[in-house]
């Protein structure tokens, strides 16, 4: 069973990675995510280094309030940009370990 459909003219120009296009493709699939990984980590690691703590300590301070007034837009902007932040990256690696099963 294939897990993607190749038009001929990208089989072809896939061909020449490897004797078996539907697998070379799947790992360009795959190097795609690791890279939208990375990505998403150094997005993670900007705000680990803005506030020089942990998602989940920045969280805890922001909810007592020592971080200042939690619905300031600052705050409120970047915690809703980190938590959506390690959504994403949980996303990606499950997906990433799926796709990795194939291979």
Known sequence: MSLIKIEPALRDMIHGLGSNPEMEAIKIFN?????????????IMDLEIKYGTSYEEFKSKLDSGELGDPFSYPLEKDAMLWEDLMAEKRLRLRVIRQVEERL
């Open 31 to 43: 190097m795609g995510l690791k890279e939208l990984l990375r990505e998403c980590d150094e997005e």
